[in-house]
């Protein structure tokens, strides 16, 4: 299973407000309403990463929460001999390691994000 969705990442959201820096500085204001311009553009950009840090956040309690229950599904591997008639339940069970790995690593992509998003 794939639980993994595309969010915008946080270049894009740079980008976004590089443009809008940039439209900004193209408008004749003075240099008061510039300032103002400016501050307002900065708390939300502050606000942006908040956002997105609470976004990944979030995203990694997902990534524990499948785990878990991916974990509690693997109980089964106690209850199977290795001379299991239905050899196709070791497939099974090793998809669920793979979708663990899959889930843990998505988890730390989520949290490194987040140190990243504390960076200027």
């Known amino acids: 299973m794939n639980y993994h969705t595309v969010t915008p990442r946080r270049g894009d959201s740079d980008a976004f407000i590089s443009r809008i820096r940039g439209i900004i ?4 204001l003075d240099c008061d309403c510039r300032q103002r311009v400016n501050d307002a553009l900065q708390r939300f950009v502050e606000m942006e990463q908040q956002r997105e840090t609470r976004r990944h956040l979030l995203s990694s309690r ?3 929460a499948a785990i878990a229950a991916l974990v509690d599904l693997l109980a089964e591997l106690e209850e199977i001999s290795w ?6 339940v070791f497939a099974e069970l090793a998809h669920l390691f793979e979708d663990i ?3 843990a690593l998505r988890g730390a992509e989520d949290l ?3 140190d990243g998003d504390c960076q200027p």
């Open 83 to 88: 001379r299991e008639a239905d050899r196709t």
């Open 112 to 114: 490194r994000s987040m």
């Open 101 to 103: 790995a899959q889930h």
């Open 25 to 28: 500085g193209t408008v004749a």
């Open 62 to 64: 997902q990534h524990r």
